[in-house]
């Protein structure tokens, strides 16, 4: 090994231009993953959630209920998509009523039993 390549080594630049040498064709670390820190931050996290989570939330629930709904609202989501994409399922529909009771039946809602109470029939006497 040459002087010139021990010193690129060492410092990690170019001898003749001074300029950093690349040591990764990819740029770093690929998009999206996590150094072991913050791996096993999260672990610790998720560990110390599954002992002690649920009593953390009554008890944040019960001492500042202000501060537990924003936290139940940073939680969920801003924007909810509820767009309905029109296919081919209510083609055989004649009306709404059908449309409604089709599409109760796809997602599987259940109408509750109705209580009714019988009504007595006047039935005049024909004597």
């Known amino acids: ?26 740029g770093g670390r ?19 959630w599954e002992k002690s989570g ?12 202000g501060a537990f709904c924003k936290m139940v609202a940073n939680i969920l989501p801003s924007k909810v998509d509820a767009t309905v994409i029109h296919t081919d399922i209510f083609r055989e529909v004649a009306d709404f009523r059908a449309a409604y009771k089709l599409a109760k039946s796809m997602i599987g809602a259940v109408d509750p039993p109705l209580e009714l109470e019988a009504i007595p029939v006047y039935e005049p006497d024909n004597d």
């Not at 090994?1 to 990819?26: C, H, I, V, W, Y």
């Not at 998009?31 to 096993?40: D, F, I, V």
């Not at 649920?54 to 209920?65: F, H, I, Q, V, Y």
């Open 30 to 48: 690929p998009r999206g993953s996590r150094n072991k820190l913050g791996e096993q931050f999260l672990s610790d996290v998720y560990a110390e």
């Open 1 to 26: 090994m040459g002087e010139k390549d021990s010193e690129t080594q060492a410092n990690g630049r170019d001898p003749n231009t001074g300029r950093f040498l690349t040591g990764n064709n990819g």
């Open 54 to 65: 649920p009593d953390a939330l009554r008890k944040m629930a019960a001492s500042d209920p």
